[in-house]
């Protein structure tokens, strides 16, 4: 699974050019203030630290990014923080759980996550959308603005003009946008002080949508079809005891001991995956390739939210140090029941399951990493 993650990224890397690039995959990556990269780089680790300067586009993947130097060209980045300060050559694009830039951004900015904040010195000179719970922009926009939150504060200056949607919206004192402004919330928003609107304001409330409500024996009925779904799965899982029970405990091990990397890593392989075999299937040398790394992918998902279910059950029954394969064939019926209730909860269930997948498809990832840097090192491979 590591070499297929691998390859998903060099594959995506030549999307951005066809000169030379660099790939990191380490621990922790740190390259330092006097350090100088003259190539594209692409960069996955836990933590990546950007202190010194890249003449090139920078794809970055880990949990941790904080870049404080100079890169000359794109910045994609993905983890669970990042912290860009310095300058960018061209457009950022991240996505994070908490997500803070410091940076004069030369390009466009596109911005996903569960908290952005743009500071005071920040500078984007192209557009920007931004999405997120809760997103404040202190710093200056020099194009247009989108942006998408259920809380939005604005205190710096927009150039162009503002389209705004989320459950509350504020311009604080000294906040300016030089063109319209349209917004969509179901309260009136906020300018407080000498804030400014140079054009035209439209509030737009939203539409009000039905409330479904789902009755007993829909619930029932949908239960009874995830049950019957969940049959071949635990065939599967049965199999995959047979032949391989150390590489599953490895995997439930990888689980409890880095859930948040897990999170992340499986949300980074169901994001790039489709992206890297589209990319393939423009070439006709790569179609087989593609062909190939989808077959994967969408095995490995049919399969991660049975070990999302396994490692639930493993840790609510304490069968995690029993030996064995016994208290894994448990652990696989007792899972499956806990995946089939969590993803039938009403409203809920389809986030839930989304979860359990992304869970379970990191567990693999890193698990299969393990694996593989291991008989790296014993020299195996």
Known sequence: MSKVLIAVLLIFSFTFSSRA???????DILIGPEETIDEYFIAVADTIEIKGEIDGDFIGIGRYIRCEGVIEDDVTAIAQDIDIKGDIG????????????DAHIKGDLIALGKSVKLFENSIAEGDAIIAGEEVE????????????GKKIKIKGGIAKDVKARGDRIIL???ARIGGDLTYTCANEIEIRGDAQVIGETVWKKPAIKPKRVIG??????????KSLLTLPLLLIGLILIGITPRQIRMTMESMYKSPGK????????FACVPVAAAILFATIIGIPLALIT???????????KLFAGMFIAMRVFHLQEK????????????GAVIVVILSTIPRAGGFIGLLLILFGLGGLVVSRWKTFALAREKGLI
């Open 137 to 148: 922009i202190d710093g200056k926009i020099l194009q247009n603005l989108k942006v998408y």
């Open 294 to 304: 989808l077959l994967i992918y969408f095995g490995a998902l049919y399969v991660s």
């Open 262 to 269: 897990s999170l992340g890593f499986g949300f980074i392989f």
């Open 21 to 27: 690039f660099e790939l990191r995959c380490e621990e």
């Open 216 to 225: 007993g024996k829909t619930y029932v009925r949908r239960l009874i079809t």
């Open 323 to 334: 030996p064995g394969k016994g208290p894994l064939v448990l652990a696989l019926i007792a």
């Open 90 to 101: 061209d457009s950022l694009r991240a996505a994070a759980e908490t997500i803070k830039t």
């Open 172 to 174: 604080f004192p000294g």
